[in-house]
């Protein structure tokens, strides 16, 4: 399929004419894709985006980080790396109490999907067992589930999707170049052997990775072309925008311009037509204005509630304030005040514990 649209009116979408799902895109086609005149890819984006999904809909999910800091891998964004001094306060893993609260909690202000994320290189077989006590409690108020917690042995992955695990957090990051510029703990082929596991057990796969963390556009060019060539595009694909943390190498690293960000979201969009593509980290630092340009993009998911894992996320009253102005629809359902939700979660709590 070529990406070439001549016409300065409204080109006709070479997207929409078939519906197959491709694995096979060239770093060239990719980066055709990104050179759209900014206008042209935005309508392309949103018009397959609209044969896929309900423009007006997005899904929420929350975070919560059941195990803090400490980590032994030296990811050189991330706060809870063991190698970098952020004053992080390290954590063990939650009580299940602790847990099922905040889940309940999650589920009480409009979300769908609970993440649980963990500061490891791999869980060991004991805390996979503790973890997927968890992973049952919060099945059981309700929510799907989603883990994040380092790489998995396929028997790891099997024993999760045995459990009851919906999907499976793992993020290729970057391109497979600017990935040594990054990370040296773990390789990318230890990253996508984990993403084979996860599918081969069955559960759905959540992948995406990180911008603003001074890569090249052949660089973002080159994680999309990963992600997207993968043997199944993955069910969700989230696209964080670096959070510059204090202490980490990644402190200081230039800004990405905000529409080539958005760029990004649209030519996630054309390339995985059927995935979520869920804006993730990095929402503090969007004006309303740019994460309605992502929504318009094909960004249908996002990670709500006041944190991510350690780091400041948008409070989320003010995100739904932002759904209510766009006419977006949370999970589908029409919009409710805070208020009003809280109220029915507290009403349906009565009944039901
Ligand atoms: N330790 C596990 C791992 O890395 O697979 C799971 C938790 S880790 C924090 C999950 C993801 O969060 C990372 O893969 C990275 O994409 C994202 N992340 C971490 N720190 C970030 C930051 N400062 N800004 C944006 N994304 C970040
Ligand atoms: C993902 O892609 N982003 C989330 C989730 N998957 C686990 C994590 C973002 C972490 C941002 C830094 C922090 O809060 O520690
Ligand atoms: Fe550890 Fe995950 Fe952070 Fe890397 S991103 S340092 S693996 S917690």
């Known amino acids: 399929m070529s990406a070439q649209l001549d016409s300065p009116l409204s080109p006709p979408c070479p997207f929409t004419a078939n519906d197959e799902l491709r694995h096979d895109w060239t770093a060239e086609e990719v980066t055709a894709l990104f050179e759209l005149p900014f206008n042209d890819l935005l309508?392309?984006?949103?018009?397959?985006?609209?044969?896929?999904?309900?423009?007006?809909?997005?899904?929420?999910?929350?975070?919560?980080s059941i195990k803090t800091g400490a980590c032994p891998e030296d990811c050189k964004y991330c706060p809870q790396s063991v190698h970098y001094n952020t004053g992080l306060e390290r954590e063990k893993l939650l009580p299940l109490d602790t847990v099922r609260e905040a889940a309940?909690?999650?589920?009480?202000?409009?979300?769908?999907?609970?993440?649980m994320g963990a500061a490891w290189k791999r869980p060991s077989d004991r805390d996979l067992e503790k973890v997927i006590d968890l992973v049952k409690t919060?099945?059981?108020?309700?929510?799907?589930?989603?883990l994040t917690l380092g790489m998995?042995?396929?028997?790891?992955?099997q024993r999760l999707k045995d459990a009851g695990l919906d999907y499976y957090n793992h993020n290729l990051d970057t391109s497979p170049d600017y990935y040594k510029e990054i990370i040296s703990t773990r390789t990318y082929q230890d990253r996508l052997?984990?993403?084979?596991h996860v599918r081969q057990a069955g559960m759905k796969v959540c992948s995406g990775g990180i911008?603003?963390?001074?890569?090249?556009?052949a660089d973002r060019v080159g994680l999309l072309q990963q992600l997207a060539n993968l043997p199944e595009h993955p069910n969700s694909v989230p696209i964080n925008l670096l959070v510059k943390v204090k202490g980490t190498p990644m402190q200081d690293v230039a800004a990405l311009d905000p529409l080539e960000f958005v760029r990004t979201i649209a030519?996630?969009?054309?390339?995985?037509?059927?995935?979520?593509?869920?804006?993730?980290?990095g929402r503090n630092d969007m004006s309303d204005e740019m994460q309605a340009l992502c929504f318009h993009a094909g960004a249908n998911s996002i990670f709500y509630g006041e944190k991510l894992?350690?780091?400041?996320?948008?409070?989320a009253n003010h995100d739904m304030e932002l759904f209510q102005r766009l006419g977006i629809k949370p999970n589908g359902k029409p919009w409710v005040s805070d208020a009003e939700a809280q109220a029915a979660a507290a009403a349906d709590g009565d009944t039901t514990h």
């Open 193 to 196: 052997d984990t993403l084979d």
């Open 309 to 315: 894992l350690t780091t400041d996320n948008p409070i």
């Open 267 to 281: 030519v996630a969009r054309l390339m995985m037509p059927k995935s979520r593509v869920r804006l993730s980290a």
């Open 152 to 157: 998995l042995s396929d028997a790891q992955a």
């Open 104 to 115: 309940r909690k999650a589920k009480a202000s409009g979300a769908s999907r609970f993440c």
């Open 138 to 146: 919060v099945r059981d108020e309700g929510m799907e589930t989603c």
């Open 43 to 64: 309508f392309n984006a949103q018009q397959v985006h609209r044969q896929h999904f309900d423009a007006n809909e997005v899904q929420i999910s929350t975070l919560l």
């Open 211 to 217: 911008v603003g963390m001074g890569e090249s556009r």
